[in-house]
């Protein structure tokens, strides 16, 4: 069957908005492009080209488990961050423009030679991104995932920077060695979804992406928890912890945060102006 750019892409948005999806054209448009490698200008300008048989049966595919609710990201294997292209995998969280912005405070907080860790590091992005952009500095990336470390490791090694990350499977810093002041900066972006509020997620995430990198349970501080409470024995002097957080954990946050051990120096919202990102200094 010879279907052009055109009429499959038609036809496409068609099925997708059908089925619910938000900006069916665009993502009709994302996901031809994928299929026959080619940019959103050469679909444009080619609009009457046909696919082939190949190549059309590839798009439908695409289009059915897209309409079926999964994220386009484990369709294509890829999302971008920080202006990088990562693998993504259904074991790994989807990364996000939110956590960006805990890149961004990290690289402010950090020395030319860091030591960083990790908690929870997923496909790597944080990890990695760090590492691009500071390129003197060393990170452990734990996660208690095995199949997401093999993707964080593939990441490492795409961009270049796996000879200066260790990974290690661990739930938080349990399979750590317990040397006093190992790093000098401590990031996370942890599960923080209440249990409660799983069931009220677009349906891309609460289907598709893994229930581990999504919610500890309960309230959703679980992790968070235990991350004020341990992360001071593998800080440095005046070391930074930094973490992200649920949109309604904010003031909570400050409650549970012991003055005695952390300064919070700030929570910076995200780009609705929602708190975000929690910076906190070991004292």
């Not at 750019?5 to 996901?31: C, P, T």
Request: with cysteine; charged share 20%; hydrophobic share 45%.
């Amino acid at each position: 069957m010879s279907v052009s750019i055109s009429e499959a892409l038609r036809q496409a948005s068609q099925q997708l908005d059908q089925a619910g999806v938000a900006e069916a054209r665009r993502e009709a448009g994302s996901l031809l492009s994928h299929v026959v490698g080619k940019d959103r200008t050469f679909l444009i300008s080619h609009a009457e080209e046909l696919l082939d048989s190949h190549q059309f049966e590839s798009f439908e595919n695409a289009i059915a488990r897209r309409a079926a609710g999964e994220p386009a990201q484990y369709i294509t294997g890829t999302q971008d961050f920080f202006g990088r292209a990562f693998r993504v995998t259904p074991d790994v969280l989807i990364p996000r423009p939110e956590t960006e912005l805990l890149v961004e405070a990290a690289l402010q907080m950090m020395n030319a030679n860091a030591v960083i860790c990790d908690v929870g590091t997923g496909s790597g992005c944080i990890a990695i991104t760090l590492l691009c952009e500071c390129q003197d500095s060393r990170v452990v990336a734990v996660d208690v995932s095995e199949a997401a470390l093999e993707v964080a490791q593939e990441n490492a090694r795409q961009l270049l920077v796996h000879e200066k990350i260790e990974f290690v499977v661990s739930d938080c810093f349990a399979a750590l060695h317990q040397s006093e002041g190992r790093f000098d900066l401590i990031v996370s972006n942890p599960p923080y979804v209440a249990a409660n509020q799983l069931p009220g997620l677009q349906r891309e995430v609460r289907d598709h992406e893994p229930l581990v990198a999504l919610s500890p349970g309960a309230d959703g501080l679980t992790v968070i928890r235990r991350l004020l409470n341990d992360a001071p024995r593998f800080l440095s002097a005046n070391g930074y912890l930094l973490m992200e957080i649920g949109f309604d954990q904010g003031e909570t946050i400050k409650q549970i945060v012991d003055p005695n051990i952390w300064t919070l120096k700030e929570i910076r919202p995200d780009l609705q102006g929602i708190p975000r990102i929690v910076v906190l200094q070991k004292n």
